[in-house]
T-cell receptor
Framework: GENVEQHPSTLSVQEGDSAVIKCTYSDSASNYFPWYKQELGKRPQLIID?????GEKKDQRIAVTLNKTAKHFSLHITETQPEDSAVYFC?????????????FGTGTRLQVTL | NAGVTQTPKFRILKIGQSMTLQCAQD?????MYWYRQDPGMGLKLIYYSVGAGITDKGEVPNGYNVSRSTTEDFPLRLELAAPSQTSVYFC???????FGTGELFFGEGSRLTVL
């Protein structure tokens, strides 16, 4: 089955700096790569996703890049703000148009300091 | 819409006891899931369902059972609780068929402790 590795496990940046979180996946058939944000004590929520037919996707201060050859994808957050502090999870799956059987990474705890 | 609703939010069980975690969604989603989240381990899929009457195992199904008698409800049953089942459990749902967004909508979670 799919295996997703995520690094780093913790990341501390100063407000205004950029943050990068990296993930690798094992199954070359995977074609859907979402990122979820989980604030302390809250439910995970989708912040951005990318499909294998696209190399990069941006949404305001966040962007995701995908390298299918190397089987890795990354989350980039620019101009970080205190409200970006949370745990971020990457995930991968083979999206066949039915159930989203995602395999999640182990998470990155991002701390944005003032 | 309330979205995905889970009950209870917290529960302490003794080893060997059984219980059911309830999950309901009002978004008319065909697909529903149960995940468990252990510290530092991400989310692991326990069971999922693609529609009423259809369930299938995920990555970590041992010790659990599910049923899906209606589109709205997807309860998770723990039989003979063990300390290894101490975790936070999340129910989720996603859009119906076709090549949809795949986004998972999570409930607020249920924190279970087995002592």
């Amino acid at each position: 089955g799919e295996n997703v590795e995520q690094h780093p496990s913790t990341l501390s940046v100063q407000e205004g700096d950029s943050a990068v979180i990296k993930c690798t996946y094992s199954d070359s058939a995977s074609n859907y790569f979402p990122w979820y944000k989980q604030e302390l004590g809250k439910r995970p929520q989708l912040i951005i996703d990318i499909r294998s037919n696209v190399g990069e996707k941006k949404d305001q201060r966040i962007a995701v890049t995908l390298n299918k050859t190397a089987k890795h994808f990354s989350l980039h957050i620019t101009e970080t703000q205190p409200e970006d502090s949370a745990v971020y999870f990457c995930a991968a799956s083979l999206d066949t148009g039915t159930a989203s059987k995602l395999t999640f990474g182990t998470g990155t705890r991002l701390q944005v300091t003032l | 819409n309330a979205g995905v609703t889970q009950t209870p939010k917290f529960r302490i069980l003794k080893i060997g006891q059984s219980m059911t975690l309830q999950c309901a969604q009002d978004m008319n989603h065909n697909y529903m899931y149960w995940y468990r989240q252990d510290p530092g381990m991400g989310l692991k899929l326990i069971y999922y369902s693609v529609g009423a009457g259809i369930t299938d195992k995920g990555e970590v199904p041992n010790g659990y059972n599910v049923s899906r008698s209606t589109t709205e409800d997807f309860p998770l049953r723990l039989e003979l609780a063990a300390p290894s089942q101490t975790s936070v459990y999340f129910c989720a749902s996603s859009y119906p068929g076709g090549f949809g967004t795949g986004e998972l909508f999570f409930g607020e979670g249920s924190r279970l402790t087995v002592l």
